[in-house]
């Protein structure tokens, strides 16, 4: 017998609710649940990243693979909370990715800050 297009089958490994509710505005302290490593299909510990992300820890973001995060949102949608993980995870791995000379320039720590300019 096969099942209806759209069905939730043994197969399934994951399946995303869309809700038409409002996402939370105001968010609180991570409480350390644990809910979002349980949902992670990557099988990341997105509150970790998160609070190395806070801590501004790049080596705790390498450490724990914050690039392997392929930004589903599930993270978020279960966390008490109300922390939006996906968005900060998000722009954790575009900092991340940047070279080391890019983001001293960003923050005023290149050359031209040096007073190395070149002419």
């Known amino acids: ?3 209806p297009a759209g069905a ?3 197969r399934d490994t994951c399946v995303l609710t869309f809700l038409k509710k409002e996402p939370r505005v105001r968010s609180y302290p991570c409480i350390g649940c ?3 490593t349980k949902v992670c299909p990557m099988g990341l510990v997105p509150s970790l990243l998160y609070e190395y992300l806070v801590k501004g820890s790049r080596k705790g973001c390498e450490r724990f693979d914050l690039m392997c995060c392929i930004s589903c949102g599930c993270c978020t949608a ?3 909370s ?3 993980i996906r968005a ?3 722009e954790g791995k575009e900092e991340l990715g940047k070279p080391d000379e890019a983001r001293k320039e960003e923050n ?3 050359k031209a800050a040096e007073g190395e300019v070149d002419e």
């Open 34 to 36: 644990g809910r979002c």
């Open 8 to 10: 939730v089958t043994g």
């Open 1 to 3: 017998r096969k099942a």
């Open 88 to 90: 900060a995870l998000a």
């Open 78 to 80: 279960v966390c008490p």
């Open 108 to 110: 005023g720590e290149g």
């Open 82 to 84: 109300g922390i939006d």
